[in-house]
Every structure is written in C-alpha cells, then in structure tokens.
T-cell receptor, first 114, second 111 residues
Framework: DAGVIQSPRHEVTEMGQEVTLRCKPI?????LFWYRQTMMRGLELLIY????????DSGMPEDRFSAKMPNASFSTLKIQPSEPRDSAVYFC????????????FGPGTRLTVL | GQQVMQIPQYQHVQEGEDFTTYCNSS?????IQWYKQRPGGHPVFLIQ???SGEVKKQKRLTFQFGEAKKNSSLHITATQTTDVGTYFC???????????WGAGTKLIIKP
C-alpha cells in the first residue's frame, strides 16, 4: 500500500487566496483526520470523518476553513481566504475500523501564506 | 477540559546516554499511544499500551503505562543518532473518537 497521500507537498500563496489541500487515505480505512502543526500550538486536530461523514469539526479555527470527503478515497481541506497565520504543516491521517486504532499520517503539506 | 501533559519539552543528551519522556493525563485513559516524528517528517506510530501497569519493549525503547492509567513513559537506553526526533504521547478523548496529543518531547543529540 502507498500509505496516505497528500498533495501538494508545499504550497506558497498570498494572503487572500484560496488554498486547497488534498488527501487520499489508505484503502479500507474508515477514519480520516486533518491536523495542523505549528511550533506555537503543536499538533491540533481540525476535523475528522468516519465513513466519509464529518463527526467533529470543533477544531476548525474559523469559517474560512472547510473540509469535505466526497468518497472513501478522497478528502479536501480548503482555506478561503487564506491569512499569514494559517502558515503551518497540515497533516492528513487515516485509521482502520477499530476504535482508537493507530493513525497513519501522510507526509504533510507545508503551507506558507505571504 | 481533558488534557495530556508531556515533559520535558526538550532533552539534550550525549550519544549513548539515556532519554526519558513522561506523559500525564488529567483523566484515566483506556489506552495510550506513542508516536515518533523525525525532523521534517510526519508522526509515525510506535506502540499502544492498554493494560494497567503494562510494560512493553522495542529493542532499546521501553514503554510503561501507569497503574492508574493516567501516566505513561518512554525510556530510550543508549541513544543513537537515529533516535533524534520528537516523541508524542496521545490518549483518547472521553467524549468521542479522537486523540488528545501531548506537546511532544524533542530529543536532541549533542554534537
């Protein structure tokens, strides 16, 4: 298996632009998580899905952030409009059916908003 | 709210010295997971502990889960350069299926 795939790996954009991050989870995994990592705040869970349904989005910082999972093999995290404080590494992770199973992380997308 | 505290934030060691990181939860945990993140990399699962007082070993790494299931530790014997990175503990949130992450302990090998 290729593992969790994320694209792009690096994104540099200007303030006010729309940013879309993409994730392909491991096949057969029922849970998908979006995290943000910064030096100041560490690793933060933004939202997670179970069987393509958003379960908890309480970590989404504000309405500028939205996430979708149209099918079991694809998810997006969108920031519109982007701001410099959104600069961070965004990780997607997936896990199997069993509750509290280990999470498999993708390589991350390093986002820089100028 | 529920918290998972991890100390220390950084630990500088000479190669060959031991390293320990500690994790404390504000609530009893059903299990605890440990992850390692290499510099520039992503978190990678190391182990999950489930039972009270459980001790598990992976070569030079020893993981412990406290009797009360509120604390855990990771001990590395005779550190090597390949051990460099940040070690995270994570425990399940009481109310739903997600992990509460510790802030991580960064292992730095002194030159």
């Amino acid at each position: 298996d290729a593992g969790v795939i994320q694209s792009p790996r690096h994104e540099v954009t200007e303030m006010g632009q729309e940013v879309t991050l993409r994730c392909k989870p491991i096949s057969g995994h029922d849970y998908l998580f979006w995290y943000r990592q910064t030096m100041m705040r560490g690793l933060e869970l933004l939202i997670y899905f179970n069987n393509n349904v958003p379960i908890d989005d309480s970590g989404m910082p504000e309405d500028r952030f939205s996430a979708k999972m149209p099918n079991a093999s694809f998810s997006t995290l969108k920031i519109q409009p982007s701001e410099p404080r959104d600069s961070a590494v965004y990780f997607c992770a997936s896990s199997r059916t069993e509750i509290y199973d280990e999470q498999f992380f993708g390589p991350g997308t390093r986002l820089t908003v100028l | 709210g529920q918290q998972v505290m991890q100390i220390p934030q950084y630990q500088h060691v000479q190669e060959g010295e031991d390293f320990t990181t500690y994790c404390n939860s504000s609530t009893t945990l059903s299990n605890i997971q440990w992850y390692k993140q290499r510099p520039g990399g992503h978190p990678v699962f190391l182990i999950q502990l489930v039972k009270s007082g459980e001790v598990k070993k992976q070569k030079r790494l020893t993981f412990q889960f406290g009797e009360a299931k509120k604390n855990s530790s990771l001990h590395i014997t005779a550190t090597q350069t390949t051990d460099v990175g940040t070690y995270f503990c994570a425990g399940p949130k009481d109310s739903n299926y997600q992990l509460i992450w510790g802030a991580g302990t960064k292992l730095i090998i002194k030159p």
